[in-house]
């Protein structure tokens, strides 16, 4: 069974930073793409950035030069370091690994930029 679980939202002010962590069992991080969503209220679900099963990392153009996606092999656990944080970034963001058959989600995380 595969299982997704992320950990690291939060409130943070403007020009924070934060980690957020997706720990997966069932299923690797490091073979396959894996990818981090976000959805605001009111918005569609829109790629913030992901890495091909080759080691390809793409970004949104939102999420360039503050976002870095990263995974652990040993941990079989995915990143996403978010610096320079905005009221904009705020939303829910998901994990998501891709395999051939199909995806899967993790259940989201909270991350609210707010003074």
């Known amino acids: 069974q595969v299982q997704l679980v992320e950990s690291g939202g939060g409130l943070v002010q403007p020009g924070g930073s934060l980690r957020l962590s997706c720990a997966a069992s069932?299923?690797?991080?490091?073979?396959?793409?894996i990818n981090w969503y976000r959805q605001a209220p009111g918005k569609q679900r829109e790629l913030v950035a992901g890495i091909t099963g080759g080691g390809i990392t793409n970004y949104a153009d939102s999420a360039k030069g503050r976002f870095t996606i990263s995974r652990d092999r040993a941990k079989n656990t995915m990143y996403l370091q978010m610096n320079s944080l905005k009221p904009e970034d705020t939303a829910v963001y998901y994990c998501n690994v891709q395999k051939f058959l199909g995806e899967y989600w993790g259940q989201g995380t909270q991350v609210t930029v707010s003074s």
């Open positions: 069932g299923i690797s991080v490091s073979i396959n793409s």
